[in-house]
């Protein structure tokens, strides 16, 4: 499975679109882009995930570049709940999602 | 409906000691997954079952063992517990082992200290 690196920390004032991105420059064709995030001390919890075209459910959107080296995470209207580690992972076709694979993520601050 | 369940939820252990961790999946999911998570880090893959068979095994020594059960529950075991041992450890379950349109369901996870 690809690598995918995040950055760190990010903020971001409640109300406001939420972006985070992450860069899988060596994602293969038939790695999916899979984000799951992590409110403290709770178990992580799946948000999207997409191959090449962009998702968009109730949480949130998946936008994936045409080269599929990046994506970005949108949460269209972040709140104080939104405050969380949030994993980008990247998942072989071949495998399954009883294997995940976390890096450090990123920890978006949610602020009034 | 009942999500991924875990037990105990909090666990003190001394070093040298054995520990049992328990989950029940979501009903219908045949696969659990364990996970360690370090203060600080992301989870770390322990292990995989389906159908009561391991399916995969992360970097872990062989002091860590997992079963899965006929009703597809699962214990996480840990000997001769380490202070670097102190995790949460988390458990997640998926309706199958193939099919990327399945999600991964997570239990809120079971904070074992060792002193």
């Known amino acids: 499975d690809a690598k995918t690196t995040q950055p760190t920390s990010m903020d971001c004032a409640e109300g406001r679109a939420a972006n985070l991105p992450c860069n899988h420059s060596t994602i293969s064709g038939n790695e999916y882009v899979y984000w799951y995030r992590q409110i403290h001390s709770q178990g992580p919890q799946y948000i999207i995930h997409g191959l090449k075209n962009n998702e968009t459910n109730e949480m949130a959107s998946l936008i994936i570049t045409e080269d599929r080296k990046s994506s970005t995470l949108i949460l269209p209207h972040a709140t104080l709940r939104d405050t969380a580690v949030y994993y980008c992972?990247?998942?072989?076709?071949?495998?399954?999602?009883?294997?995940?694979?976390f890096g450090q993520g990123t920890t978006l601050q949610v602020k009034p | 409906d009942a999500g991924v369940t875990q037990s105990p939820t909090h666990l003190i252990k001394t070093r040298g000691q054995h520990v049992t961790l328990r989950c029940s999946p979501i009903?219908?999911?045949?696969?659990v997954s364990w996970y360690q998570q370090v203060l600080g880090q992301g989870p770390q893959f322990i292990f995989q079952y389906y159908e009561k068979e391991e399916r995969g095994r992360g970097n872990f020594p062989d002091r860590f063992s997992a079963r899965q059960f006929p009703n597809y529950s699962s214990e996480l075991n840990v000997n001769a517990l380490l202070l670097g041992d102190s995790a949460l450890y988390l458990c997640?379950?998926?309706?199958?082992?193939?099919?990327?349109?399945?999600?991964?369901?997570f239990g809120q996870g079971t904070r074992l200290t060792v002193v």
């Open positions: 009903s219908g999911h045949k696969s």
């Open positions: 997640a379950s998926s309706s199958a082992t193939g099919g990327l349109n399945t999600e991964a369901f």
């Open positions: 992972i990247a998942l072989h076709g071949s495998s399954n999602t009883g294997k995940l694979i």
